[in-house]
């Protein structure tokens, strides 16, 4: 190896370390950027959720108290078929939760996306740079 070639090596080198260097900083702000996100949205969707739920038991339980008052003589069958009611809905809302979580969510979806896409171009440049014979 001669002393020139051995300069420019370790500068391409350095070079292709840097280049590295920056990609995987992208990489990871990107990485960063949808955590952010997806926590954002999160909090976002349980305060709502806190909310609405709140509402809905007040509302709810102003309702039985209605119908308990406007059927007072039946007022045993309007609590059971309340109770009844309610724990069917309370299943089928617990199922439905169950299902969500299982589905997962598309976190680092774009992050993967990028990466492959870096991993696809670094072999089309190995290709190019490195024919077959």
Same mark, same amino acid.
């Given at each position: 190896?001669?002393? @020139?070639?051995?300069?420019?090596?370790?500068?391409?080198?350095?070079?292709?370390?840097?280049?590295?260097?920056?990609?995987?900083?992208?990489?990871?702000?990107?990485l960063?950027?949808?955590?952010?996100?997806?926590k954002?949205?999160?909090?976002?969707?349980?305060?709502?959720?806190?909310?609405?739920?709140?509402?809905?038991?007040?509302?709810?339980?102003? +309702?039985?108290?209605?119908?308990?008052? +406007?059927?007072?003589?039946?007022?045993?069958?309007?609590?059971?078929a309340?109770? +009844?009611l309610?724990?069917?809905?309370?299943?089928?809302?617990?199922?439905?939760?169950?299902?969500? +979580?299982?589905?997962?969510?598309?976190?680092? @979806?774009?992050?993967?996306?990028?990466l492959?896409?870096?991993?696809?171009?670094?072999?089309?440049?190995?290709?190019?740079?490195f024919?077959?014979?």
């Amino acid at each position: 190896m001669s002393d @020139k070639a051995a300069p420019g090596l370790f500068r391409s080198l350095r070079n292709l370390l840097g280049d590295l260097v920056d990609v995987g900083r992208t990489r990871l702000a990107l990485l960063a950027n949808e955590v952010e996100e997806e926590k954002i949205r999160l909090v976002g969707v349980l305060v709502h959720s806190i909310l609405a739920l709140t509402c809905l038991i007040i509302g709810v339980v102003l +309702l039985v108290a209605f119908l308990v008052l +406007l059927f007072w003589e039946q007022r045993l069958l309007v609590m059971g078929a309340s109770c +009844l009611l309610f724990l069917v809905a309370a299943l089928g809302f617990a199922r439905r939760s169950q299902m969500g +979580l299982a589905r997962g969510s598309g976190l680092f @979806k774009a992050s993967l996306a990028e990466l492959e896409a870096d991993a696809a171009s670094l072999r089309a440049g190995a290709r190019d740079e490195f024919p077959s014979a």
